[in-house]
């Protein structure tokens, strides 16, 4: 399942709380590419056996996505919209 189009700023928000709940970045985009955060940036969060990928573009802006179990929870957690949110 994918959520998409979460604005920056609430994306920013929910992969900081995710972090400090224990999530940690498995992957992520270059910290040395030129474009990073502001043109395009990208995390692979893992907790046990749980993933999560956030994408973000300044065009698109926050997608995130993982097993519908755990987007549904996030979805609860952080007061997303159902109207955002898409099977994958």
Known sequence: MKIENIETERGNE???GL???G???AKQYNRLAFDKGIDFDSY???KGQQT???EWSNW???EI???DDVIQSLMVSFQLSE???RKC
């Open 14 to 16: 929910i992969l900081a």
């Open 19 to 21: 972090r400090k709940a």
């Open 23 to 25: 999530w940690k970045i």
């Open 44 to 46: 692979t969060l893992k």
């Open 52 to 54: 999560l990928h956030f």
């Open 60 to 62: 698109f802006e926050w």
């Open 65 to 67: 996505e993982g097993d």
């Open 83 to 85: 109207k955002t949110a």
